[in-house]
T-cell receptor
């Protein structure tokens, strides 16, 4: 079974621009979560989508948004980029209806975003 | 709120040395606990997990025991290899979200 894929793998943007990242989950998985990974902050949760609906949201400004399509693929958008948005953005998928205590996420390789 | 605190790195060990990476957590209820590993240039991979108190997760020679009385989930391996060099993340599933520690970088030298 193919794993979680993310595109693009690397991206360079300038301040003020916007960017869209894509994530394709493992086949059959309906939940997709996004994380921002930086050396200083570790992994920080951005949001989770399940069946095209945002189910949970972390503490990030409104410049960060996402969506999920009917095939469970998800996109994340960051508008008005700032230097501090430079990070590795990770996507993780899971089925989404596991019994409590059985939830396990599977991560993609990430998209490394550099904002100049 | 829920959180995970793990041992600061970096950690450097010689091959065949014993490894311990400490992880403690704060959570309401009974969270599931995880260790993930991240190799250079890659995403996180699930290493092991435990879903209830006294459970022991194990994989590839790594072990961790869910200790509710000490709210800990320390990662151990009896004999590390060069190929174990990576960043290790402790995580918990609490409420409706996953929480991750800041990661511990491990380098194993021959």
């Amino acid at each position: 079974k193919a794993g979680v894929t993310q595109t693009p793998r690397y991206l360079i943007k300038t301040r003020g621009q916007q960017v869209t990242l894509s994530c394709s989950p493992i086949s059959g998985h309906r939940s997709v979560s996004w994380y921002q990974q930086t050396p200083g902050q570790g992994l920080q949760f951005l949001f989770e989508y399940f069946s095209e609906t945002q189910r949970n949201k972390g503490n990030f400004p409104g410049r960060f948004s996402g969506r999920q399509f009917s095939n469970s693929r998800s996109e994340m958008n960051v508008s008005t980029l700032e230097l501090g948005d430079s990070a590795l953005y990770l996507c993780a998928s899971r089925w989404g209806r596991e019994p409590a205590g059985q939830e396990t996420q599977y991560f993609g390789p990430g998209t490394r975003l550099l904002v100049l | 709120g829920d959180s995970v605190t793990q041992m600061e790195g970096p950690v450097t060990l010689s091959e065949e040395a014993f490894l311990t990476i400490n992880c403690t957590y704060t959570a309401t209820g009974y969270p599931s606990l995880f260790w993930y590993v991240q190799y250079p240039g890659e995403g996180l991979q699930l290493l092991l997990k435990a879903t209830k108190a006294d459970d022991k997760g194990s994989n590839k020679g790594f072990e961790a025991t869910y200790r509710k009385e000490t709210t800990s989930f320390h990662l151990e391996k009896g004999s590390v290899q060069v190929s174990d060099s990576a960043v290790y993340f402790c995580a918990l599933r609490g409420g409706n979200q996953f929480y991750f520690g800041t990661g511990t970088s491990l380098t194993v030298i021959p």
